[in-house]
């Protein structure tokens, strides 16, 4: 399997085998959560045939000892200083920030570039352990993360009100800064540069997204265009409730949506807003299920995310958390890879023989009647089936559950009564929309698309 050009097919809707499988924390993670040398990586079971990795740079970090605690304590390249406490590993205080006073932008000066170039010597041999496999680059924390780091949080979201020009200087500073570190990661063979960054906390936006619009998406579209000009897809991940401006995401040129919260904004909210248009890239949610929930709950989880955001000729990339880290409970690690590999490779499995998924030999009805095997298209994909069955069988034979998706809220549909009553298993058959498939019998070539709301005619009557 071609895993990069699966990666490109599940980005850009073009009908990929299987819904790739993204693996967080290949082949190292650095900066403020340490590093971890690459050849050490193992992986969990499972995940040995992953499509894509990730990579993360954050920070150059300069070591500044200990305080009278024993604390460590670290400056960045951006002047900030962090706490990190005795035993720690995932926390850290920041303790200075070099712009907390407007006094200081006068003599502040921006790193440069070139104290990024021993990490990247560091991640291109990283990079060489995994040369068939689709590189995802983070740049995390990304510009207003940042820029909190710099000017400190009450700082900077009070001078967006007061002292907007000077934040916006700052901003510049910082954006310059990382299309130098994306040049970087195009180098060393990186195939889409992701920014984690945060406008909003789990209730909604930090500031108005009205001021967002007008005063910060010119800048990320700057770095979107770059990282385009580059060759390179752009994912950005986002904390917090920001579903208001994906649509304004996508118009400047994000390519992925990436989250590790799925359920924060609702996975049929994201499937009414991405689904079918933008590539979402989802973990098991990382807050909630995953780290409370049974594996029951990740696996429910795990088969909504692939059938309402994955099941439109690509759009969904599964990612797993390699390892049970910060804290989560083991089984439901290996449960979301389990659950994720039962669910990516559905489609995969409609091309196969349908034996396994039919009943040939029923206690009660007898032995299956053999009939003529003929070919029908679900959605341009080939699929078996047997002359003179409904259409719903035959899709239930390859493991299709959904046939059509609601008009107002966009929810899957599929088999409910079976006996032509319902409607609920409507599909677009041969252009004509709203054909009850459980009631109509397959022909060969038929062309079955899934049908989205009323549907529309395609052959003339
Ligand atoms: S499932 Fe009810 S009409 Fe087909």
Redesign the pocket.
């Known amino acids: 399997m071609d895993h990069i050009e699966l990666m490109r097919k599940a980005i850009e809707f073009k009908n990929p085998a299987y819904i790739p499988l993204e693996l967080v924390e290949v082949p190292g993670i650095f900066g403020n959560y340490g590093l971890r040398v690459s050849e050490e990586v193992s992986l969990i079971e499972g995940t040995q045939d992953f499509d894509a990795l990730d990579a993360t740079f954050c920070y150059i970090y300069e070591d500044m000892g200990e305080d009278s605690e024993g604390n460590r304590l670290r400056r960045s390249e951006w002047g900030f200083v962090e706490k990190v406490p005795i035993g720690g590993k995932y926390d850290y205080l920041t303790i200075k920030n070099p712009l907390a006073d407007w006094g200081n932008l006068k003599s502040y000066e921006f790193p440069s570039p070139s104290v990024t170039d021993e990490f990247f010597v560091g991640m291109k041999k990283a990079f060489k352990r995994y040369p068939d496999r689709f590189k995802v680059a983070y740049i995390d924390p990304g510009p207003f993360y940042t820029a909190l780091f710099i000017i400190g949080y009450e700082k900077l979201l009070m001078s967006l009100y007061t002292d907007l020009d000077k934040v916006k200087y700052v901003f510049d500073g910082i954006i310059h800064y990382y299309i130098e570190v994306v040049k970087r990661w195009k180098d060393i063979g990186a195939h889409m540069v992701t920014f984690t960054d945060t406008f909003a906390y789990q209730r909604g936006f930090l500031f108005s997204p009205k001021l967002w619009r007008e005063h910060f998406k010119s800048f990320y579209k700057k770095m979107f265009d770059f990282v385009h000009g580059q060759g390179m897809y752009v994912g950005l991940g986002l904390d917090g409730e920001t579903i208001e401006i994906v649509p304004d995401l996508k118009e400047i040129g994000m390519d992925v949506f990436d989250l590790r919260q799925p359920t924060l904004m609702g996975i049929d909210n994201l499937a009414k807003i991405c689904g079918g248009k933008l590539c979402v890239k989802a973990t098991i949610d990382m807050q909630t299920t995953l780290y409370t929930g049974t594996p029951h709950d990740i696996h429910l989880e795990a088969e909504e995310l692939v059938t309402k955001l994955g099941e439109r000729n690509g759009g969904f990339i599964a990612m797993v958390i390699r390892e049970s880290t910060p804290g989560y409970p083991e089984e439901n690690v290996r449960a979301s890879v389990e659950a994720f590999n039962h669910f990516r490779k559905r489609r995969q499995r409609m091309n196969k023989p349908d034996s396994n998924f039919r009943v040939l030999d029923h206690p009660i009805l007898g032995k299956m009647e053999r009939k003529e095997q003929i070919n029908i298209y679900v959605d341009g994909k080939k699929i078996l089936a047997y002359e003179g069955e409904p259409i ?1 069988a035959s899709l239930a034979a390859a493991r299709i559950k959904v046939f059509r998706f609601t008009s107002t809220r966009a929810e899957p549909r599929g ?11 409507v599909m677009t058959v041969n252009g004509e929309p709203n054909v ?4 109509t019998p397959v022909e060969a070539g038929m062309k079955i698309e899934t049908q989205k709301g009323l549907g529309r005619w395609q052959k003339k009557i």
């Open positions: 719903a088999i409910f009564c079976a006996i032509g009553r319902c409607t609920d298993c009850r498939t459980c009631v």
